[in-house]
């Protein structure tokens, strides 16, 4: 089913945003119309507004299109032409047109915090535009878009049926560790084929970000990437400081839950295929089938009616439209996401369910990103619907932990509902050490330009011990050596990570307030997902009725909450 906004005020109905030539009479009409009053300027954006809705759902259409079928030559090639054919030539286009935003006289008369926001985003925007950059962010997309294919295409056979690597997951719940390893080994060893050139596609991504970093007058990639995304709210030191409070705090936590783990299985040490596994040896939760993709929707429909109504309703316009793609199979990108077509106000959700209980948690996730952009959808300039993104994953995390009360949706007895939430909650003080890893990865590999590969790998493994959990790797050294190429966040979104850190001390946050008044917290959460992007970061925190802190101060409460909360759940 396709949407469609009921009027529009600018755009030909007729416009095929995937022709350039239609698309440039439009941006050089909005270049050229005068500009004489504060109202002109108001209606100069809303008409800028909706060409760039039009032209940023066209995008993301194409990506959710090939990130479905990464074997559709066609659909690639239709995603390749935006990247490299239509977005390059329309950037510098938007980058005039911010820039006549910006030095208008009548720009200083427009009165609200939600200008004053947008004034600030789109100073920096300028700033740090260079045309010579614009064909430089298209290689890259093209690179990133080979890792895309390359993960697609691995699959392998395991008791006599060709598997996706995400279908291999739920192998590594059974309680027969030989099963286990000899799953586990078949995967590692598949992705060991193509550690080589997923090293290159690295490795060819690196000096275009730094070249694009020096082009715009930085001091290198992390410097580009901060002003990039917004970060006016915190600096890379403060996430370096969150990740020695993690270390001291999350990473004991971690390794005590991983004794526990060696006592409960009763082996001498933790192996990687010991990780998912329950610990008493029961068999793995099933929630669904693999089939059963309706089930997963039901059931977590069922999730949101309990929590609000409004929610439940919000959920389902997405089956209503369409708007959901979950299940795994061959020629499927990795992953999840969920993406935002701005024209109909409509968010999609991408995803790899196989039945495992993670694939809930994932669900209930996307879905608290599609909250927020239904919430923010009034909001009349699409540029100010979008949140930071720390707070976009507040609003996802937060239904995570929310939904985690009412798993007995799925399962039929409340012990496996208790082991649904207890996997959840060790998993997000798991979770912290990973992301700082990651994070800290990030930190090293783009202040360190002209690194070899053999000084990536050293790094990688140093954060390992800092940060890793108590694992023993014997005879599997290079497995965890290429670990990180796993993470495509590392390949699509540079410094894309310590969002999930921060978020996350925002939704256990909602989340130990809505012990509390739940109605209370549901309702400051949607009132502060409503504002979009129309506020700064620790606004949209104050608004949740949260406070925005990366310290040791704020983190080891939530810690010790989740500590107390596992012990009042059975094993």
Request: contains cysteine.
């Amino acid at each position: 089913m396709t949407l469609r906004h009921p009027i529009r005020r600018f755009v030909p109905d007729s416009l095929n945003p995937g022709e350039f030539a239609q698309l440039e009479p439009l941006y050089r009409a909005l270049l050229d119309r005068p500009i004489a009053s504060a109202a002109d300027l108001e209606n100069w954006l809303l008409d800028l507004s909706e060409l760039s809705g039009i032209v940023d759902e066209y995008g993301n259409r194409r990506y959710v299109e090939k990130s479905c079928h990464t074997d559709n030559s066609e659909l690639e090639k239709a995603y390749l032409h935006f990247i490299q054919e239509i977005e390059p030539r329309i950037k510098p286009l938007f980058f005039q047109l911010q820039k006549k935003f910006v030095s208008s006289p009548f720009q200083k008369s427009l009165s609200g915090r939600r200008y004053e926001i947008l004034t600030r985003k789109w100073q920096t925007d300028v700033g740090l535009f260079r045309e010579e950059n614009v064909s430089l962010e298209a290689d890259c997309m093209r690179i990133s878009n080979e890792y895309d294919k390359l993960s697609g295409a691995m699959t392998v056979h395991f008791q006599a049926r060709e598997h996706t690597l995400q279908q291999m997951q739920r192998y590594q719940e059974l309680p027969d560790r030989t099963t286990r390893q000899w799953a586990w080994e078949i995967v590692a060893n598949r992705r060991l084929v193509d550690r080589t050139r997923v090293e290159d596609i690295f490795d060819q991504l690196l000096p275009l970000r730094e070249t694009i970093a020096r082009n715009a007058g930085l001091p290198d990639y992390r410097a580009y990437c901060w002003q990039t995304y917004k970060r006016f709210d915190y600096t890379p030191d403060d996430c370096l400081r969150f990740a020695d409070a993690i270390a001291e705090i999350s990473v004991p936590l971690v390794r005590k839950l991983d004794q526990s783990r060696k006592a409960a299985l009763g082996v001498p040490s933790l192996r990687p295929w010991d990780l998912a596994v329950d610990p008493m040896n029961r068999e793995p939760l099933k929630p669904f089938a693999e089939a059963q993709i309706d089930r997963l929707i039901a059931q977590t429909h069922s999730i949101f009616t309990r929590l609000s109504p409004a929610l439940a309703d919000d959920f389902d316009s997405l089956r209503r439209n369409g708007n959901l793609d979950l299940d795994s199979r061959k020629g499927k990108a990795p992953g999840g996401y969920q993406a935002t077509f701005e024209d109909v106000g409509q968010p999609f959700i991408f995803m790899n369910a196989a039945g495992l209980q993670r694939d809930v948690e994932v669900l209930l996730h996307e879905a608290g990103h599609a909250f927020h952009t239904l919430a923010a959808r009034p909001e009349p300039l699409m540029f100010l619907r979008g949140a930071p993104m720390e707070f976009c994953e507040v609003a996802s995390m937060s239904m995570e932990l929310l939904g985690s009360d009412h798993f007995d949706q799925f399962y039929g007895c409340c012990a496996d509902s208790a082991r649904g939430k207890r996997t959840m909650l060790e998993g997000i003080i798991r979770f912290f050490p990973w992301m700082t890893t990651i994070d800290s990865f990030q930190h090293w590999i783009y202040t360190h330009p002209g690194h070899t590969r053999e000084q990536r790998r050293d790094c990688w493994l140093s954060l390992q011990q800092r940060f890793g959990r108590d694992l023993d790797w014997t005879g599997y050294e290079p497995i965890r050596e290429c670990s990180w190429q796993q993470q495509l966040h590392l390949f699509h979104y540079p410094f894309y990570y310590i969002e999930y850190g921060i978020a996350q001390l925002g939704a256990l946050q909602l989340w130990l307030r809505s012990r509390q008044d739940m109605h209370a917290a549901l309702a400051n959460y949607r009132a502060a997902l409503a504002l979009g992007g129309t506020r700064s970061l620790p606004e949209l925190f104050s608004a949740a009725g949260l406070t925005f802190d990366l310290s040791a101060k704020t983190l080891r409460p939530l810690m010790n909450a989740i500590a107390e909360e596992l012990e009042t759940l059975p094993e």
